[in-house]
């Protein structure tokens, strides 16, 4: 199945352009690298697949669910912080707040109600957070 077309994109960056006809689609299980110099438009097609950019021309297909995932080059992280630990913060919050609830259901019927009324969210929390289709890594454009 496919998961993303690009038809004949074309874009253009500070006057100048950065993609002319580019042209390619990405199917289930399907890995994709982009590999080319500093200012080739390698970031541009990631913008593009994730909609923070639009292209000048051409055409864009994402197939329905798709989520575009990306990872930037630079992060504002902590010295000592791990990529992981960077990629895995937004799930750390709602694993932290669901942990006192499940330790208390355990020992309280009382509590079950309320995991239960939270706990169905979580799942959808991690969802929204993790990108399962294409993911990209690269330097932002400025």
Request: proline share 6%.
């Given at each position: 199945?496919?998961?993303?077309?690009?038809?004949?994109?074309?874009?253009?960056?500070?006057?100048?352009?950065?993609?002319?006809?580019?042209?390619?689609?990405?199917?289930?299980?399907?890995?994709?690298?982009?590999?080319?110099?500093?200012?080739?438009?390698?970031?541009?097609?990631?913008?593009?697949?994730?909609?923070r950019?639009?292209?000048?021309?051409?055409?864009?297909?994402?197939?329905s669910?798709?989520?575009?995932?990306y990872?930037?080059?630079?992060?504002?992280?902590?010295?000592?912080?791990?990529?992981?630990?960077?990629?895995?913060?937004?799930?750390?919050?709602?694993?932290?707040?669901?942990?006192?609830?499940?330790?208390?259901?355990?020992?309280?019927?009382?509590?079950?109600?309320?995991?239960?009324?939270?706990?169905?969210?979580?799942?959808?929390?991690?969802?929204?957070?993790?990108?399962?289709?294409?993911?990209?890594?690269?330097?932002?454009?400025?």
């Amino acid at each position: 199945m496919q998961v993303a077309s690009l038809q004949q994109v074309t874009a253009h960056y500070g006057g100048q352009d950065v993609l002319k006809g580019v042209s390619f689609t990405v199917n289930t299980g399907e890995k994709l690298g982009l590999i080319g110099a500093n200012g080739s438009g390698k970031t541009t097609i990631l913008r593009i697949l994730l909609g923070r950019d639009e292209p000048a021309g051409g055409t864009v297909t994402l197939a329905s669910g798709t989520r575009v995932g990306y990872v930037p080059q630079y992060i504002d992280a902590e010295d000592d912080e791990l990529v992981m630990d960077w990629l895995l913060a937004g799930h750390v919050a709602p694993a932290k707040r669901l942990r006192p609830k499940r330790k208390r259901s355990a020992l309280s019927g009382d509590v079950v109600d309320d995991v239960a009324l939270d706990y169905p969210d979580s799942p959808n929390s991690y969802d929204r957070l993790a990108p399962r289709s294409l993911v990209g890594a690269g330097a932002e454009s400025p």
